[in-house]
């Protein structure tokens, strides 16, 4: 059995091959009708996700982020932008701007290194920092799990969205609410495609592995998923002072 770490891993590489994917516009088609349906009805996708979510559980998940990558056009940078960086994080103080090259290479259909088609920060992978680490140092592992938390989550983006693209908080805090409270069901079929294309619309998008791991944790803990998004959404809107 995979460790978290492992898992992590396999989230940020399956998220990168699925925007590689999504160049393709016949392929990124194909994807897109997986949107909101289980997977028993995306018969089109599994030509593409069959092997890479082979043994790795969460099946669903895997097909719901990868509709939802679809529906952003990988070509239009503004529109695939994630939520930029934080000043301060829901699990800790102010964060160190990545160093990582913005020009990493990403994975073609058959895990061939490659030029990537999409802008870096569609998806950025995790830098690891100098491995000396020290105090006040990152993590130098970025999939260990604190690493991992100082991205953004579902409630950060949300706040970013009210900060940034003005949702109406009040609003975005009652459809967090119902996103915590809703089924797993629902929220793949139905809550996750539609609040997606209106981030999109706003030039915001999730951070897509993340999203992919608390979609995937949520069916075991959805309690302990739920508080982080309400814990990270509150935070960011009213970050603690030093």
């Known amino acids: 059995m995979p460790t978290a770490d492992e898992r992590r891993r396999h989230y940020q590489h399956f998220t990168t091959q699925i925007l590689d994917l999504c160049t393709d516009t016949g392929v990124r088609r194909d994807l897109k009708e997986g949107r909101g349906r289980p997977v028993k009805e995306c018969l089109r996708m599994h030509k593409y996700l069959t092997v890479r979510t082979a043994g790795h559980g969460h099946r669903q998940a895997h097909y719901t982020v990868a509709s939802l990558i679809a529906l952003a056009d990988p070509l239009e940078e503004l529109r695939t932008r994630p939520t930029p960086a934080s000043p301060h994080t829901a699990d800790g103080p102010p964060t160190q701007p990545s160093s990582a090259d913005p020009h990493q290479a990403a994975t073609d259909t058959r895990g061939t290194p490659q030029e990537p088609a999409t802008p870096a920060t569609d998806n950025p992978e995790p830098s690891a920092p100098d491995a000396s680490g020290g105090p006040g140092q990152p993590d130098p592992d970025p999939y260990t799990a604190a690493a991992w938390r100082k991205r ?28 915590v409270h809703v089924g797993d069901d629902h929220l793949h079929e139905h809550v996750l495609p539609s609040l997606t294309d209106r981030l999109l619309r706003a030039g915001l998008a999730w951070d897509w592995p993340v999203l992919l791991d608390d979609l995937a944790l949520r069916v075991f803990d959805p309690d302990q998923v739920g508080t982080r998004w309400l814990d990270a959404f509150y935070l960011t809107l009213n970050p603690l002072k030093d």
């Open 152 to 179: 953004p989550n579902l409630g950060v983006t949300l706040a970013r969205a009210v900060r940034q693209a003005d949702f109406q908080e009040d609003s975005t805090d009652d459809l967090l609410h119902v996103i």
